[in-house]
């Protein structure tokens, strides 16, 4: 939908490093993922529309515009999810200027997400009774192995925002009980993102593999300082688990923290 327009738009704006974080967080919670933002971005440097102080601001922003997704996740709206994919299906198929075109695939995206995410949830209720799911999930309150299995997940499937719903949904379906044992994960889902950008930057010029460093740096120092911040008696956790009694709110708001925290 936004065609050409975006290319100008972050050209023009990311001269201030504020004001390009801003902008990435603004697209990251419009196209839902940090990855692709990041990815355009590398782009940009390549074909020499934006210089490496411009990209940085844009790549760290683009983390916390994840965030929404999050928030997106915790709204009871399947109600309506059958309704948005219908109203997209038609859209897409019938109507042929190319603006509502794309909004009704937008819609369809949207809507088939949720409905997946629902069916997900569902699907996972008997993951409860597994006695591996319990040892893995004990496990991952280690640091070091939960950051390493949010890490394989978010490299295997290529989207930390996609990684953050599964989790959630586990939540909904009552085999994570507990936020200590999903936050070293979260910080992993984090880390695992820079395995796209590090791909995407391998054929692209040098300072766009620079900027593919910043991301990697960004991440996994960001990462490991909260690694650092749940594991020292600080009360981090304990500050968190007191904002909600409900899990999935309380992992939303340490993805919140998290992100906001790493970017200033």
Do not use: C
């Amino acid at each position: 939908v936004a065609g050409s327009k975006l290319k100008n738009i972050l050209r023009r704006l990311t001269r201030n490093k504020w004001l390009g974080a801003f902008f990435g967080f603004i697209i990251t919670a419009i196209i839902q993922s940090s990855t692709a933002t990041t990815v355009m971005v590398l782009g940009f440097i390549d074909s020499s529309l934006m210089s490496l102080s411009q990209a940085a601001g844009v790549i760290m922003g683009a983390n916390a515009g994840t965030t929404l997704t999050g928030i997106l996740f915790t709204f009871n709206i399947q109600d309506i999810v059958p309704f948005v994919i219908f109203l997209g299906t038609i859209t897409t198929l019938f109507v042929k200027r190319k603006t509502f075109n794309h909004m009704g695939l937008i819609l369809l995206g949207f809507g088939l997400l949720f409905l997946g995410l629902n069916l997900m949830s569902s699907s996972m209720v008997p993951l409860r009774e597994s006695a591996f799911m319990a040892d893995l999930f004990v496990h991952t309150q280690t640091p070091l192995i939960g950051l390493v299995v949010g890490f394989i997940v978010t490299a295997l499937i290529q989207s930390s925002t996609a990684s953050v719903g599964i989790l959630l949904t586990m939540v909904a379906a009552g085999v994570v009980v507990d936020l200590q044992q999903a936050i070293f994960i979260l910080y992993g889902f984090n880390v695992g993102t820079v395995v796209t950008t590090l791909v995407a930057s391998i054929r692209g010029n040098k300072t766009a593999q620079q900027a593919a460093m910043v991301h990697v740096l960004f991440n996994v120092v960001g990462a490991l300082i909260f690694t650092v911040f749940t594991v020292l008696p600080l009360g981090f956790v304990s500050f968190i688990q007191s904002t909600s009694e409900n899990i999935a709110l309380q992992l939303v708001y340490a993805h919140i923290v998290f992100n906001v925290a790493t970017l200033f």
